[in-house]
C-alpha cells in the first residue's frame, strides 16, 4: 500500500512539474501582451520617405530637411554630421503635446542620436545653426502659428559611414515617421 501512495505521489509531482511548465509562459504572455502591444504600436515602423529638399505634411506641420552637412569630427576616425530642418506648423497645439525624436542612420542600418551638446566645430564652421533650437517643443512654441520652426542637430559618426538619411519622429504619430534621404 505504501508503495502505491509513494507512485500516485510521484506521478502527481511530475504533472504538476509538467502543468507549471505550460501554465508559468502562458500566465507571462497573458500579463505582458498589453505591454507589447504598447511597445510594438510605439515603434518607428511605417516610413515617409521624404527626398532631401522636398516637403512632406506630417503631425500638424509641412517638415522639410534643408542641410545635411559633414564637418571634420575631432578625429580621423569620426566626422559630425550637422541636420537642419525645418517645420512650417499648421498645428500648434499638435506639436506642442508630442516629445520629438532625431535619429540619424547609414546604409548598414547603423543608428545615431543626436550630441548632447552642439560640437565645437559646427560653432567654428556654421555659428548660424549651432543657435538652433533642437527638435522639440521649445522649437515650436517660439514659432507660433502659421510660424517656421528652424531646428538644428549634431552628430558624431564614423568617418566611413555614407548613404546618411535621417529620421524624425513624434510621438503622437507613430508609428508613422519622417525619413529624409
Known sequence: MAEAISRAERRRYWLSLAG???ALPVAVLVHSWESLEAWR?????????VDRGESQRYAGAEWRLTTLSRLPGGSADEAVVLAEFEARIEDPGLLAESPCAV?????????????????????KMQPEAADKPRCGGLAFQ??????????AET????????????SVTLANARPRHLLFR
Open 103 to 123: 535619429v540619424l542612420t547609414d546604409a548598414e542600418g547603423r543608428r545615431w542620436l543626436p550630441a548632447f551638446l552642439t560640437r565645437p566645430v559646427v560653432r
Open 142 to 151: 517660439g514659432a507660433g502659428t502659421r510660424g517656421t520652426a528652424r531646428m
Open 155 to 166: 552628430f558624431v559618426i564614423p568617418a566611413t559611414a555614407s548613404g546618411l538619411a535621417l
Open 20 to 22: 507549471l511548465g505550460f
Open 41 to 49: 504600436s510605439g515603434s518607428d515602423r511605417d516610413p515617409i520617405a
